[in-house]
Each structure stands twice: as structure tokens, then as C-alpha cells.
């Protein structure tokens, strides 16, 4: 609703008339509406629509532009590439360029773009009723740029948001499909205070969609790799799909910088050997990226989160009332080996009010830690495991290891009044629900005073010595636990990459067998093989043919035992007795790991039993808090790196021919209006 201010007295506004209906007020849970200012002192307008083509205003190729405290309207052309309110275009570094505190009111495409541009400030604007991404990063090139305290606001109410989307333009993805209040195709910028309000998608880097960059930097950049800037604060709600989405980001330790324009310097290396864009570096170790996305609040979405995610951690997040409160189907072990997943976060859902699931969780790969994290309200289940696991390509090796820290579920209730509040589910969304596994290290009582809890479909767990394990109904929390079976030992993941070997057989104490099938049957790629959890401390024993590898896609068969997370940061040693084929190999959680990723195996001869030395072991006790500072790239003395082959990083880029203006200091511009459209 739009309002004229008649009087404003202190901290109250009277306004021209009495609202239509209620709004949000919870100033507790920060629940609040937004109320924008759409008038300025400033006005850039022109005449009405014609064929949804309004003004437009550009600095192009060469140049600064400071726009502030101005309200641009009647803006943007439809489905004209390079016509958008404001917009910054192949500028390179610009650290002088501004927009702040504008308005931009009613556009037929896009709102403010920042196109191979860096270090430009978008600060403290109001957004309204703008067709297609409102904040908009295109390239996937772009670098350090800040984007802090700003709001967009569409007010469409059709389920849909027809009204917030534009069709037909050279991004169908960011503009109508996945239409977004902040659409990123680089994650390498910061994201400070920005409210997204009542978009089809709030918040979206959609980075898989165009991997390998658009436009110029087609082929020059990996989009999904790229680091993390500062994501801090942003508060996303009442969108019709997504709040915050991540999309696929694996963040790396790319070889790019603002010097290379942003684009890889080793990007040519990609399909012929080693480049930064990889997984592991040339010694094999992760060359992951932390990063970490902090106080961020989203509140009445249908989904929030992404589909993979590695390397990023969400601290102090807060998730109310949506539907999904975390949506997530892989992941990895931090680089750093210490970092939890979720740190002091609250999942919440107002009396009265219920959602699917708080956390629904990735299958793997590796030790998935949540830490300090409070789940409150109703819900069909608080910690959802392995979800879409083995549906086509989805998820690792769907043995994650669920390892709660000092969490609270004490709040969670059952979604049907009179059951328990069910905290863990094995398997959601159809995902593989006899391989996921929760945890917890001694002293922790998270788990209601038990050290672990594994799938009902474990059924061999009983069969253990000295009734380590047994069903949590004998202890009256089948509920909780999704009538799965208690250890009062740990327990971790076994996992075998290979190629389909049909069924294995995992014998373990006291005569029990697991029997292990193949995950990822029919991916052609190293992602695929088989999984087991197991307790630590233990003898179990397993046959199956080392060398098999029947296709050059197929993972060379490579062992892994537990993650190094449990000795180096939580400080236990994880030891198994596992005799392979005969031969008696005792297996340490420091085994072998280089070559290896969520993706699976890249070289053979890696991983346990194969002879090669532990890992170095790191006391990481405490964890160091992560930094917002994305990892430096150099580029080598001679040239920027940018494959242009010169020092200089000059390129002929453009969207379409266009005049470039002159920046002569003191030449005077003009603001070119409907009517007179470029």
C-alpha cells in the first residue's frame, strides 16, 4: 500500500488515511514491516510507458557515476539489453562509483545493475514494483562490490508474483523464471542489511545456471566456486518460493582478483589438466574457501537455503514460520577442520503455526555439525536427514554423520497434538533413510543423555555386544528418534567408492551384518558407492574386489573411515579394526584423504588400507572464528592476468554497439528522457 506522510511528530507518522489491513509488528523476533520512502528532493523522469520502454541511465565502458538521494520512476525497457534504471556497465574497478539512497519506483526491467564492474557501492536504496532482479550482479566476473542496507519491496499479491516478474529479457532465469530481489551470478561481493520483501525468489545467487559465467565472461570465470564476501544481516520474507537461496556453491581458491577483471588467470588449464577452479589442490588437499553468512533472518517463505553447499557456515541465522526453515541436499568437511554448519542458530515457529521440517539436511559427504542451535515450535520433524538422497544425483554418499553440539530440541513439538515432537527423521523427501546417523560427543546432552542414534532399518545394531545399542521405544523416545535404535557408543560412517560391486556385506561384532548397497548406481561420474555406520572402537570385515573399475568415469575403489574433525577439533582418535578380503587393517580417522571430495575419488591408491600416511593431525580445539574476507589472489608480474594478454586489462566488450561517452573532467552530461531513448 502506498501512503502519503501528512505530519510526522517524534517517532509517529500520520498518514493520509487509515491502512487496509494489518502488518507485522513483532518487534521481539524482528518481525517488523518495512516502511520505504519513495519521495526525493531529486526526481529523474520522463514520460509514461510506451511498449514497456521507460528512461534508462548508464556509465558505459569508461568513467564514474555517483547517482544519490534521487528518485528515478518510469525506468528500465523491456526485453532491450543494456536499459535498466541505474546501471554501471563494464567499468572495471570503480571504487568512486555510487548509488545511495535513491528510489527507483516502477520498472519495466531490472532495477540497479553492476555489470563487470568492482568495488561500486550500492547503498541504502529503496526499490518498488520493479519488473525482473532488482539488485543484479550479470556477469559472474564482478568482485568486491557492497551492496548494504537496501530494500526492495514488489506488490504483488497472485501466488506467482506475475507483477514482480519480466519476460522475454536476455536472463529469463532472473528476471521471470527464478525472478529475484537480489540476483548474484558472483558471490565474491558483500551483502550487508538488505531486506527482500514479497519477490517470487528474495535472495538468489544462481550460480549453476550459468557456471561458466555470461555475457564477456563467458569461459573466464566458474561461477559456483567463487569465494564469499560478506553476507551478513539480510533479512528475506513473504517470498512465493525462496527466501535466502545459495543455490550450488562450492566456494574455492580461485586464481582470479579484481586485477584479473575478475576472470580466472588458470581457466584454460581446466580441461586439460589442474586448475584452481578443482576440488582438491595440485597436492591433493581441500581447496575449499570458508566463508560464512552471519544474522541473516528469514521469516514466511515456502523454502530457504539451497541445494549444495560447501565450506559456508550460517551463524546466528534465524528461520521463522517457513515452510522448509533450511533446505539443503549436499555438502562437505569444512576446510578448516573445525567449522560447524549451523552455529547458534534459532529455528522457530510462532504458537499456532507449523512447518514440514526445520532442517531439511544433505546426505553427506562427511561429519555435518550443528552447533548451539535451538529448534522451537511445530513441526513434522526438526532434523531431517538425507533429503533426495540417491534421486538421480542428489546428495553424496548418503552417509552423513549428524553431529549435534550442545543443541536444544526440548521446544519441538509434534505437528499433531498429543505425539512426541519428532527430532530426527531418517530420510525425507525419499531420501535413503537407513544410512543417515546423529551424534553426539561424550558430555553432551543433546540426545536426551545417548552418544548416538542410527535408522530403525539398522537392525544389526542390536545384535552388538554388552547392549551398547538398543530401541529407543525400550527408552520412551521412539517419537523422537522416528523409532530408531540408541548406542551409548558414537558412531561414524564407512564408506566404499566404487563402481556397482552388487551388494557387500559388512560383518561387525556379535555375528551382525550390514548389508551395504550401492548408492548412485547409475551416475557416470566418481560420485557413487556404498555406505555403512559403525562404532568406533570395533572389528568388522568386508570383501569386495580393490581394483574394479569397469568405465574410465568410475571411482577407483577407495576406503574412508570417520573424518578428521573428531580428533583435531573434538579431540578423540577414532580407531576401527577392519579386515579387507582377509587382511587385518587397523584404520585410524587421520587415514589418507587427499584426492578425495564430496565428489568422490580423483586418483587411486588414496584413502584407508592403501598404505599411504595419515594426515598431519592439528589441534583445533578451539575454532578460529571464520573471516568475511575472501582469499587474495596475486596475479604474476608482466600481466593482470585477465588472458587479454596485456597489463592493462583493456578489452572491446560491449552488450551492443554504443558510443562511449567522453569523460573528460569537466565536460557536462546530459540525462537523456523518454522521448529521446538511446
Known amino acids: 500500500e502506498i501512503y502519503t506522510i501528512d505530519s510526522v511528530d517524534g517517532n509517529t507518522l500520520r498518514l493520509d488515511r487509515g491502512v487496509n489491513q494489518e502488518y507485522l ?96 557501492t550500492v547503498s541504502k536504496n529503496v526499490l518498488f514494483d520493479v519488473k525482473g532482479a532488482g539488485l543484479y550482479l550479470e556477469d559472474g566476473n564482478e568482485l568486491e562490490n557492497r551492496f548494504s542496507e537496501n530494500v526492495n519491496i514488489c506488490s504483488d499479491t497472485v501466488r506467482s508474483r506475475p507483477n514482480c516478474k519480466q519476460v522475454g529479457t536476455d536472463n529469463d532465469q532472473g528476471d521471470d523464471v527464478q525472478q529475484s530481489g537480489i540476483w548474484a551470478a558472483s558471490t565474491t561481493n558483500d551483502f550487508i542489511d538488505n531486506h527482500m520483501v514479497n519477490q517470487y525468489n528474495a535472495f538468489f545467487t544462481q550460480t549453476s545456471a ?95 537455503g539451497q541445494y549444495d553447499l560447501g565450506d559456508i557456515q550460517y551463524l546466528r541465522f534465524h528461520s521463522i514460520n517457513n515452510l522448509h526453515g533450511m533446505y539443503w541436499k549436499q555438502t562437505k568437511n569444512f576446510v578448516d577442520g573445525c567449522s560447524a554448519h549451523f552455529k547458534d542458530c534459532l ?70 497434538s498429543g505425539k512426541q515432537g519428532r527430532w530426527f527423521q531418517f530420510g525425507v523427501s525419499d531420501g535413503i533413510s537407513k544410512l543417515p546417523m546423529f551424534t553426539v560427543m561424550e558430555g553432551d546432552s543433546s540426545l536426551g543423555g545417548h552418544r548416538s542414534v542410527v535408522s530403525k532399518e539398522q537392525a544389526q545394531f542390536l545384535s552388538y555386544p554388552d547392549g551398547v545399542c538398543q530401541r529407543a521405544s525400550d527408552v520412551g523416545m521412539s517419537g523422537q ?19 556397482d560391486q552388487g551388494v557387500l556385506r559388512l560383518n561387525g561384532p556379535g555375528g551382525s551384518v550390514c548389508t551395504m ?16 555406520p559403525v562404532i568406533p572402537g570395533m572389528a568388522y570385515s568386508l570383501d569386495l574386489d580393490l581394483d574394479f573399475k569397469p568405465q574410465n568415469y568410475d571411482p577407483p575403489v577407495t576406503l574412508e573411515f570417520s573424518d578428521l574433525v573428531y580428533s583435531d577439533h573434538f579431540g578423540v582418535l577414532d580407531t576401527l579394526d577392519l579386515t579387507v578380503n582377509g587382511q587385518l587393517c587397523k584404520v585410524t580417522s587421520h587415514h ?49 592476468g585477465d588472458g587479454d594478454g596485456g597489463g592493462d586489462g583493456t578489452d572491446p566488450e560491449v552488450d551492443q554497439p554504443h558510443e562511449v561517452p567522453d569523460v573528460t573532467p569537466g565536460k557536462k552530461f546530459t540525462v537523456l528522457l523518454p522521448g529521446t531513448l538511446l
Open 481 to 499: 528418534f522416528e523409532d530408531g535404535i540408541v548406542c551409548s557408543r558414537p558412531v561414524r560412517r564407512l564408506n566404499v567408492w566404487s563402481a
Open 592 to 640: 589418507d584423504r587427499l584426492f578425495i571430495s564430496t565428489m568422490g575419488p580423483s586418483k587411486p591408491g588414496r584413502g584407508a588400507c592403501k598404505g599411504k600416511p595419515d594426515m598431519p593431525k592439528q589441534n583445533l580445539k578451539t575454532c578460529p572464528a571464520i573471516t568475511t574476507t575472501p582469499p587474495r589472489f596475486e596475479p604474476p608480474a608482466g600481466g593482470d
Open 347 to 416: 529455528f522457530q515457529a510462532f504458537p499456532g503455526q507449523h512447518n514440514n521440517g526445520f532442517i531439511y539436511g544433505p546426505g553427506g559427504h562427511g561429519a555435518f555439525i550443528v552447533e548451539g542451535t535451538k529448534f522451537v515450535g511445530r513441526t513434522f520433524c526438526a532434523l531431517c536427514s538425507n533429503q533426495h538422497c540417491d534421486i538421480g544425483t542428489t546428495g553424496s554418499l548418503c552417509t552423513p554423520e549428524y553431529t549435534v553440539v550442545n543443541s536444544d530440541f526440548s521446544g519441538v513439538e509434534h505437528i499433531e
Open 25 to 120: 509488528g513483532r518487534s521481539s523476533s524482528y518481525t517488523q514491516t518495512e516502511i520505504i520512502n519513495l519521495s526525493r528532493s531529486v526526481l529523474i523522469t520522463g514520460d509514461d510507458f510506451v511498449d514497456q520502454k521507460g528512461l534508462h541511465t548508464v556509465m558505459h565502458t569508461r568513467g564514474e557515476v555517483s547517482i544519490t538521494y534521487t528518485r528515478v520512476e518510469k525506468c528500465g525497457q523491456a526485453r532491450v539489453l543494456g536499459k535498466y534504471c541505474l546501471h554501471v556497465h563494464l567499468l572495471k574497478e570503480c571504487s568512486k562509483c555510487l548509488f545511495e539512497g535513491n528510489a527507483v519506483v516502477n520498472s519495466e526491467q531490472r532495477g540497479i545493475i553492476v555489470h563487470g564492474t568492482h568495488k561500486t
Open 210 to 304: 550459468f557456471s561458466r559465467g555470461r555475457g564477456v565472461a563467458t569461459n573466464r570465470v566458474c561461477t559456483v566456486y567463487g569465494p564469499f564476501g560478506r553476507f551478513e544481516g539480510n533479512v528475506c520474507h513473504t517470498s512465493a518460493r525462496f527466501g535466502f537461496y545459495m543455490d550450488k556453491n562450492f566456494p574455492r581458491q580461485l586464481h582470479r582478483s579484481v586485477a584479473t577483471n575478475g576472470y580466472v588467470s588458470d581457466m584454460d588449464k581446466c580441461s586439460r589438466g589442474w586448475c584452481s577452479c578443482d576440488d582438491v589442490k595440485e597436492d591433493g588437499s581441500d581447496n575449499g574457501a570458508l566463508g560464512v553468512v552471519a544474522d541473516g533472518l528469514d521469516y514466511f517463505n515456502p523454502f530457504v
Open 517 to 532: 548397497e550401492m548408492v548412485h548406481r547409475s551416475n557416470h561420474k566418481p560420485k557413487k558407492g556404498y555406505g555403512c
